[in-house]
């Protein structure tokens, strides 16, 4: 009996061992639709690139799951006057290759951008200038008031580096050497496969769940649904609409909806007739079937968007904006002069989705007496153009990096930003520029969002773009995985993730 | 009826006979013609047209009302595939048509003429052909963009060296034969020369490849179509039917397979027609095939 | 012999010189601009132009083309525009998958299509070679990239065989791409041997050695195939050229990690250096192989060893 109870005991403990040591030595396999172009954080901008990095470099502050902002690498921080910041830096952080983290690598970091300058160095422009003031406290000095500066250094592109691996690797810093302070150490990129990461066993912060981490790029959407449901990969990132709808209900799958930062909008070129007249602008809004396309193009990959900022952006108002209504859009240009409409034409690039938007709406807009001729542009050329104001309407998006209104409102809608900048509608309104700029400035949250509050609503009423959507994305994963949850930015953690 | 008229039909009658034993060659030219028929007389073989969307019937299976079903944007596939018959075969047609053109008139040059024209020719067609013609194809719609003229353009172009290399052998092989040299000395025009003897005579192996080089076209163009820089949508050509129907595939796979049979078909009886052509133009395989 | 090689090789340094130009000056017609390409939306201005100037975009197209030749020479063929890495090292660390995929293509059509031409070509017109060489039309005229969706479909999604996408070690990430991308060139070569088989089997000393009574298979092989062959050794080279255009498609299909689908993915980026880097080096394997073949033919054919000085 006792021996009996022992080898019970002793199985249990050996399960127990065993399966603590699978977990342990866990791979997690991920797929999204591109191989990173680099791993260094200052490197291209580009979201197949962030979704790596950010496993293994960290910021000094992070936008939680809910977009505020939480400690990161700076464990507080405090404003020491208008463009004055000042931060308490983690004491008990070592970079992958054992070098501590201070103070002088975030000095170090923050040229390094500007320096190169990394592709998003834009997002630094109005620091002047990084000071250490000890090995654990930094100042960071603005050139004017900048309230979302937080949201700024939240954004992966501003990651510390080490200065000494930077040094050391050369050009090879980003490819084959890639040294952060993150929950994950790089360990090896297959060019065009994989990159493969490992756990950072000397994490400061909670260990990664996962032993090892696999990320792969697939480029073909279906191909990359199948190997999640033949089970090559444990998570695929961005699933299409068309494969969400044959996904869902696969047992052993489980789809993940989630909000994002874009958003998609047609601009108008409000310096040319008939978009000069508000009452055409909010005609046009009235009489395109959003909902139609939701439906039939995103396959409920997006939602109605009533205003400019995707719902998730701080201070993003909750609107209803113009509803689908095509009587009152004919009222509308009638009281404009335009009873009988006019014609017109819709740019778009020669991106699938919206070629399928600018089709739908083409109709939508004959319903109303505006003959549309849709051109077809490039990309390549396409931003170039718009920038020079040769059109009449345009469909683009727009992406909300920091998940502040600053840089979802400011490039678009202030008159300071006509054309490449990002104001393709020409849109000038002296109370919204001088809300844009008070909102830079104004530190206390409540009476930002109050700021930026009246500024949407002005831009609804004023109807310089015709308001679409804002995006959804899917992500698929595997039964078994458990503690994921999606990043609206589109750069997942995956430290938290396990498979059961 | 002259006896030099008789005598060249006589030949082709020949050629002819020895064509249509040739069963798979038949029945290639056969289907061949249906599909050129049909293209020619869309709006007549469908009642339907090919960019009518309707978002309500979409992804159909076939019925009766759509025969092959209906895409992405419930429009029907049988009117689409019909209609993109006639760009599909454009394709083909205009492209081998450049190539054809440009190819014999630069391998005639050089062969005829050699020296530093033959030279200067064949060191351009050197470099052309220093990659193969889908690269070369796909390096040319990259710099003009994407679009279905700059595809027949690209690859017209990279159908080039073989025209014109083939030209050339065909000319040097002929220019020294008896009835040309005295053509020569009786004092004829060298472009008299090039249409009347030369050209006739290197017309076999011209109508092999100019078949054989259609099929290939048609492949091409919707492979670059496939690398979304083929014609655009909603145009109906059929690589770029397959291109973008291919999310759509697991839920209906009618979208991407129509297309695809129907691209296979054209080019499987532009082979056999080739290839039926090739045995009986080339008289040492005559008693083969 | 080495004399001949080395002639040859020199007579590739102007054909390579042009089509570098050329595609030179086909990446300077493209519209676009690839600072704007690199930065975004939303960069300022200055930024453009300085990230402009440090490209040297700035400069007139003959100056840009003299410096990247001078470069080239020494095998620097710049930086791509995206990852800021080596155009060399980003070519280098992709070759060994193209490679891979390109030979087992090869060893599948050689293997499958061979023995299918030789077969046809000893009973024609029977119910094999029919079969086979409607076969062999098939597999020519399928576009690559539907066969290969649909081998995906088959094998990976409803058998569960193989994997269907990648290349992450093991020969089973293999096979579905091989043959995609080795199909074409089995069927031509099917083709090819089948009607050199033929060509070969009217001559004079084989139907000598078939009136004396040797057993038809020896005769086609040991005396037809060994100059049937001679062929089909030069079309496996011309296949190569289509094997270079299929590998653009099949790895794009795959996510197979090659250089044919970052030359697809540096042209839509517009990653100039990239795509000048990748398709010289498209180029210059091609006139390698072809050059080898040319070689090898040689050494099939004794009779066109005096051809070498």
Same mark, same amino acid.
């Given at each position: 009996?006792?021996?009996?109870?022992?080898?019970?005991?002793?199985?249990?403990?050996?399960?127990a061992?065993?399966?603590?040591?699978a977990?342990g030595?866990?791979?997690?396999?991920v797929?999204?639709g591109?191989d990173?172009?680099?791993?260094?954080?200052?490197?291209?901008?580009?979201?197949?690139?962030?979704?790596?990095?950010?496993?293994?470099f960290?910021?000094?502050?992070?936008?939680g799951y809910?977009?505020?902002?939480?400690p990161?690498?700076a464990?507080?921080?405090?404003?020491?006057?208008?463009v004055?910041w000042?931060?308490?830096?983690q004491?008990?952080?070592?970079?992958?290759?054992?070098d501590?983290?201070?103070a002088?690598d975030?000095?170090?970091s923050f040229?390094?951008?500007k320096?190169?300058?990394?592709?998003?160095?834009?997002?630094l422009?109005?620091?002047e200038?990084?000071v250490?003031v000890?090995?654990?406290?930094?100042k960071?000095?603005?050139s004017e008031?900048?309230?979302?500066?937080?949201?700024h250094?939240?954004?992966p592109s501003?990651?510390i580096?080490?200065?000494?691996?930077?040094?050391?690797?050369g050009?090879?810093f980003?490819s084959?050497v890639a040294?952060?302070t993150?929950?994950?150490?790089?360990?090896d990129?297959v060019?065009?496969?994989?990159?493969?990461?490992?756990?950072?066993?000397e994490?400061?912060?909670?260990p990664?769940k996962?032993g090892?981490?696999?990320?792969?790029?697939?480029?073909?959407?279906?191909?990359?649904?199948?190997?999640?449901?033949t089970?090559?990969?444990?998570?695929a990132y961005?699933?299409?609409?068309?494969?969400?709808?044959?996904l869902?209900g696969?047992p052993?799958?489980?789809?993940?909806k989630?909000?994002?930062l874009?958003?998609?909008?047609?601009g108008?070129?409000?310096?040319?007739?008939?978009?000069?007249?508000v009452?055409?602008?909010?005609a046009i809004?009235?009489?395109?079937?959003?909902e139609?396309?939701?439906d039939?193009?995103?396959?409920?990959?997006?939602?109605?968007?009533?205003?400019?900022?995707p719902?998730?952006?701080w201070?993003?108002?909750?609107m209803?904006?113009?509803?689908?209504?095509?009587?009152?859009?004919k009222?509308?240009l009638?009281e404009?002069?335009?009873?009988?409409g006019?014609?017109t034409?819709?740019?778009?690039?020669?991106?699938a989705q919206?070629?399928?938007i600018?089709?739908?709406?083409?109709a939508?807009?004959?319903?109303?007496?505006?003959?549309?001729?849709?051109?077809?542009?490039?990309?390549?050329?396409?931003?170039?153009e718009?920038?020079n104001?040769?059109?009449?309407?345009?469909?683009?998006g727009?992406?909300t990096v920091?998940?502040d209104?600053?840089y979802?409102l400011?490039?678009?809608?202030?008159?300071?930003?006509f054309?490449?900048?990002?104001?393709r509608s020409?849109?000038?309104?002296?109370r919204?520029?001088?809300?844009?700029e008070?909102?830079?400035?104004?530190?206390?949250?409540?009476?930002?969002?109050?700021?930026?509050?009246?500024?949407?609503e002005?831009i609804?009423?004023?109807?310089?773009?015709?308001f679409?959507?804002?995006?959804?994305?899917v992500n698929?994963?595997?039964?078994n995985v458990?503690?994921?949850?999606?990043h609206?930015a589109?750069h997942?953690d995956?430290?938290t993730?396990?498979?059961? | 009826?002259?006896?030099k008229?008789?005598?060249?039909q006589?030949?082709?009658?020949?050629?002819?006979?020895?064509?249509?034993r040739?069963r798979?060659a038949?029945?290639?030219?056969?289907?061949?013609?249906?599909?050129?028929?049909m293209?020619?007389?869309a709006?007549y073989?469908t009642?339907h047209?090919?960019?009518?969307?309707?978002?309500r019937?979409?992804?159909?299976a076939?019925s009766?009302?759509?025969?092959f079903?209906t895409?992405?944007f419930?429009?029907?596939?049988?009117?689409?595939?019909i209609y993109g018959?006639?760009?599909?075969?454009?394709?083909g047609?205009f492209?081998?048509?450049?190539?054809?053109?440009?190819?014999?008139?630069?391998?005639?040059?050089a062969?005829?003429?050699?020296?530093?024209?033959?030279?200067?020719?064949m060191?351009?067609?050197?470099?052309?052909?220093?990659l193969?013609g889908?690269?070369?194809?796909?390096?040319?719609v990259?710099?003009?963009g994407?679009?279905?003229q700059?595809?027949?353009?690209?690859i017209?172009?990279?159908?080039?060296?073989s025209?014109?290399?083939?030209?050339r052998?065909?000319?040097?092989?002929?220019?020294?034969?008896?009835?040309?040299?005295a053509?020569?000395?009786?004092?004829?025009?060298d472009?008299?020369?090039l249409?009347?003897?030369i050209?006739?005579?290197?017309?076999?192996p011209?109508i092999?490849m100019?078949?054989?080089?259609?099929a290939g076209?048609?492949?091409?163009?919707a492979?670059?179509s496939?690398?979304?820089?083929?014609?655009?949508p909603?145009?109906?050509?059929w690589?770029?039917m397959?291109?973008?129907?291919?999310?759509?595939i697991?839920?209906?796979?009618?979208?991407v397979?129509?297309p695809?049979?129907?691209?296979?078909?054209?080019?499987?009886?532009?082979?056999?027609?080739?290839d039926?052509?090739?045995?009986?133009?080339?008289?040492?395989?005559?008693?083969?095939? | 012999?080495w004399?001949?090689?080395?002639?040859?090789?020199?007579?590739?340094?102007?054909?390579i010189?042009?089509?570098?130009?050329f595609?030179?000056?086909l990446?300077?017609l493209?519209?676009?601009?690839?600072?704007?390409?690199m930065?975004?939306?939303?960069?300022p201005?200055h930024?453009?132009?300085?990230?402009?100037?440090?490209?040297?975009?700035?400069?007139?197209?003959y100056v840009?083309?003299?410096?990247?030749?001078k470069?080239?020479?020494?095998?620097?063929l710049?930086?791509?525009l995206?990852?800021?890495?080596?155009v060399?090292?980003e070519i280098?660390?992709?070759?060994?998958?193209t490679?891979?995929?390109a030979v087992?293509?090869v060893?599948i =059509? &050689? %293997?499958?299509?061979?023995?299918?031409?030789v077969?046809?070509?000893? $009973?024609p017109?029977?119910?094999?070679? /029919?079969?086979?060489?409607?076969?062999?039309?098939?597999?020519?005229?399928?576009?690559?990239?539907?066969?290969?969706i649909m081998l995906?479909?088959?094998f990976?999604?409803t058998?569960?065989?193989l994997?269907?996408s990648?290349?992450?070690?093991?020969?089973?990430?293999?096979?579905?791409?091989?043959?995609?991308?080795?199909?074409g060139?089995?069927?031509s070569i099917?083709?090819?041997?089948?009607?050199?088989m033929?060509?070969?089997?009217?001559?004079d000393y084989?139907?000598t050695?078939?009136a004396?009574?040797?057993?038809?298979?020896?005769?086609?092989?040991?005396?037809?195939?060994?100059?049937a062959l001679?062929?089909?050794?030069?079309m496996?080279?011309?296949q190569?050229?289509?094997?270079m255009?299929? =590998? &653009? %498609?099949?790895?794009?299909?795959?996510?197979?990690?090659g250089?044919? $689908?970052m030359?697809?993915e540096?042209i /839509?980026?517009?990653?100039?250096?990239?795509v000048?880097?990748?398709?010289?080096?498209f180029?210059?394997t091609?006139?390698?192989?072809?050059?080898a073949?040319?070689?090898?033919y040689?050494f099939l054919?004794?009779?066109?060893?005096?051809n070498?000085?």
């Amino acid at each position: 009996m006792l021996r009996k109870s022992l080898l019970v005991v002793f199985l249990v403990v050996a399960v127990a061992v065993a399966g603590a040591g699978a977990a342990g030595a866990q791979t997690l396999t991920v797929a999204q639709g591109a191989d990173p172009v680099s791993l260094d954080p200052h490197g291209e901008n580009d979201q197949p690139s962030a979704r790596v990095r950010v496993q293994i470099f960290e910021t000094l502050v992070n936008h939680g799951y809910d977009l505020e902002i939480v400690p990161g690498l700076a464990k507080s921080w405090r404003q020491l006057d208008e463009v004055t910041w000042e931060f308490k830096l983690q004491d008990n952080v070592r970079f992958h290759n054992g070098d501590p983290f201070t103070a002088a690598d975030v000095k170090y970091s923050f040229e390094r951008i500007k320096e190169l300058p990394s592709p998003a160095a834009f997002l630094l422009d109005s620091v002047e200038e990084v000071v250490v003031v000890d090995a654990y406290t930094v100042k960071i000095v603005l050139s004017e008031p900048f309230a979302p500066i937080l949201a700024h250094l939240a954004h992966p592109s501003n990651a510390i580096v080490n200065r000494r691996s930077v040094e050391e690797a050369g050009d090879d810093f980003g490819s084959q050497v890639a040294v952060g302070t993150g929950p994950f150490v790089f360990e090896d990129w297959v060019a065009g496969s994989h990159v493969t990461l490992i756990r950072n066993e000397e994490y400061w912060g909670e260990p990664a769940k996962a032993g090892r981490l696999v990320i792969r790029g697939i480029p073909e959407n279906t191909v990359r649904a199948i190997e999640l449901e033949t089970g090559g990969v444990d998570i695929a990132y961005n699933i299409d609409p068309m494969d969400e709808l044959r996904l869902s209900g696969t047992p052993g799958l489980v789809l993940d909806k989630y909000e994002t930062l874009s958003t998609s909008y047609i601009g108008f070129n409000v310096e040319k007739a008939p978009f000069d007249d508000v009452r055409v602008r909010q005609a046009i809004n009235h009489a395109l079937d959003v909902e139609a396309v939701v439906d039939y193009i995103y396959t409920g990959q997006a939602s109605p968007a009533g205003g400019p900022l995707p719902p998730l952006v701080w201070g993003a108002l909750e609107m209803e904006g113009y509803e689908y209504n095509p009587e009152k859009a004919k009222e509308l240009l009638a009281e404009a002069g335009y009873p009988d409409g006019f014609s017109t034409t819709l740019w778009t690039n020669d991106n699938a989705q919206r070629m399928q938007i600018a089709e739908m709406f083409q109709a939508d807009l004959a319903e109303v007496g505006i003959d549309v001729e849709v051109l077809t542009v490039p990309w390549s050329t396409y931003l170039e153009e718009t920038g020079n104001g040769k059109h009449d309407m345009f469909i683009l998006g727009w992406v909300t990096v920091t998940a502040d209104p600053d840089y979802g409102l400011y490039a678009l809608f202030h008159s300071s930003q006509f054309g490449d900048p990002g104001n393709r509608s020409f849109y000038a309104n002296e109370r919204v520029d001088e809300l844009l700029e008070l909102g830079r400035l104004e530190a206390d949250p409540e009476k930002r969002a109050a700021i930026y509050a009246e500024a949407q609503e002005l831009i609804v009423e004023e109807a310089p773009w015709a308001f679409l959507i804002a995006t959804m994305e899917v992500n698929g994963m595997r039964d078994n995985v458990e503690g994921f949850v999606a990043h609206p930015a589109g750069h997942h953690d995956l430290s938290t993730v396990y498979k059961k | 009826m002259t006896d030099k008229a008789a005598k060249s039909q006589s030949h082709f009658a020949r050629i002819f006979k020895q064509w249509r034993r040739n069963r798979r060659a038949v029945v290639g030219a056969i289907i061949l013609t249906v599909i050129i028929l049909m293209a020619a007389f869309a709006p007549y073989v469908t009642k339907h047209e090919p960019h009518r969307q309707n978002m309500r019937n979409r992804l159909q299976a076939p019925s009766k009302d759509h025969i092959f079903g209906t895409d992405q944007f419930g429009r029907d596939i049988y009117a689409r595939v019909i209609y993109g018959a006639r760009l599909s075969l454009q394709v083909g047609f205009f492209s081998i048509g450049l190539a054809l053109i440009i190819g014999c008139t630069l391998g005639l040059l050089a062969g005829y003429y050699g020296g530093i024209l033959d030279n200067v020719i064949m060191r351009f067609v050197d470099v052309l052909m220093a990659l193969p013609g889908f690269l070369l194809a796909l390096s040319i719609v990259a710099a003009l963009g994407p679009g279905l003229q700059n595809v027949i353009l690209a690859i017209g172009v990279s159908y080039i060296p073989s025209f014109a290399r083939m030209m050339r052998s065909a000319v040097i092989s002929t220019r020294e034969l008896d009835y040309v040299n005295a053509a020569k000395s009786l004092g004829a025009k060298d472009r008299r020369i090039l249409l009347t003897h030369i050209l006739p005579n290197s017309l076999s192996p011209i109508i092999v490849m100019t078949t054989l080089s259609m099929a290939g076209a048609i492949l091409s163009a919707a492979g670059l179509s496939f690398l979304g820089m083929g014609a655009q949508p909603p145009t109906p050509e059929w690589g770029s039917m397959i291109a973008n129907a291919r999310p759509f595939i697991r839920v209906s796979h009618w979208a991407v397979t129509i297309p695809g049979l129907a691209i296979f078909t054209t080019v499987m009886c532009l082979n056999l027609v080739g290839d039926g052509l090739r045995d009986a133009l080339d008289p040492r395989l005559k008693n083969v095939g | 012999m080495w004399r001949y090689i080395i002639r040859r090789l020199l007579s590739l340094i102007p054909v390579i010189i042009g089509i570098s130009l050329f595609v030179f000056l086909l990446m300077h017609l493209t519209p676009g601009d690839p600072a704007q390409l690199m930065l975004g939306e939303g960069a300022p201005a200055h930024q453009l132009e300085a990230l402009r100037e440090s490209m040297g975009l700035n400069k007139p197209w003959y100056v840009q083309y003299l410096n990247w030749l001078k470069d080239a020479v020494k095998l620097d063929l710049g930086r791509s525009l995206r990852s800021n890495k080596a155009v060399s090292a980003e070519i280098l660390g992709r070759l060994p998958a193209t490679a891979e995929l390109a030979v087992a293509a090869v060893v599948i =059509a &050689v %293997l499958i299509g061979v023995p299918v031409g030789v077969l046809s070509a000893s $009973r024609p017109n029977s119910m094999f070679d /029919n079969v086979a060489m409607v076969g062999a039309l098939t597999g020519v005229g399928m576009p690559a990239f539907w066969q290969g969706i649909m081998l995906i479909l088959v094998f990976s999604v409803t058998l569960k065989w193989l994997p269907s996408s990648g290349r992450m070690g093991g020969w089973q990430y293999l096979v579905l791409p091989a043959i995609t991308l080795g199909t074409g060139a089995t069927a031509s070569i099917a083709r090819l041997t089948r009607s050199a088989m033929l060509d070969v089997l009217q001559q004079d000393y084989v139907r000598t050695a078939r009136a004396k009574g040797l057993r038809r298979l020896f005769v086609v092989y040991r005396h037809a195939l060994r100059n049937a062959l001679i062929p089909v050794v030069t079309m496996i080279g011309l296949q190569f050229g289509g094997l270079m255009s299929g =590998a &653009v %498609l099949t790895e794009t299909i795959f996510a197979w990690p090659g250089i044919g $689908r970052m030359l697809v993915e540096a042209i /839509n980026n517009k990653d100039f250096p990239l795509v000048q880097g990748t398709i010289m080096t498209f180029a210059l394997t091609y006139a390698l192989v072809n050059l080898a073949v040319d070689l090898l033919y040689g050494f099939l054919d004794p009779r066109l060893q005096s051809n070498y000085e």
